[in-house]
């Protein structure tokens, strides 16, 4: 399932096919930088969530909470990244949002969504019960 959007909050969890609560998600794509540079990265989540960019982790956003924005920082050359971005629920609300900032935004904090192109939205997502 393609799902570009990673601004979600209980009832789009739902509507992906997700349980109320204890529930794991995992979302892959590639995104695409046009002006090399440090990026920063952040999640917002309830509950955990960590965000990697070619594999390596650039924010660490785990642990039982509400929700809470984390952030990190990597330097990306021009051209098309993978990302990953897992996250859990274990009860109450669910949320996550993922933001990134740099060269390609002019320093503004943009939600994930806005760097993935047409050409890009080659994604998986899969949530599952635990």
């Known amino acids: 399932m393609v799902n570009p959007i990673l601004s979600l909050g209980h009832d789009e969890f739902k509507a992906l096919g997700c349980p ?3 529930f794991a998600a995992v979302f892959t794509g590639r995104v695409q930088i046009y002006q090399a ?5 952040f999640t917002l989540s309830d509950d955990g969530s960590h965000l990697f960019v070619d594999g390596s982790m650039v924010v660490d ?3 039982l909470h509400g929700s809470e924005e984390k952030q990190g920082a990597v330097q990306l050359s021009a051209g098309f990244h993978n990302l990953k971005v ?3 629920e274990n009860a109450g609300g669910a949320e996550l949002r993922v933001f990134y ?3 390609d935004t002019r320093g503004e904090k943009l939600e994930i969504d806005a760097l993935l192109p047409p ?3 080659e994604g998986e997502f899969r949530c599952s019960m635990y």
């Open 20 to 22: 109320d609560d204890r």
């Open 37 to 41: 540079g440090s990026y920063d990265f």
């Open 61 to 63: 956003n785990g642990g």
């Open 86 to 88: 897992d996250f859990f």
């Open 101 to 103: 900032r740099g060269l």
């Open 119 to 121: 050409a890009s939205l």
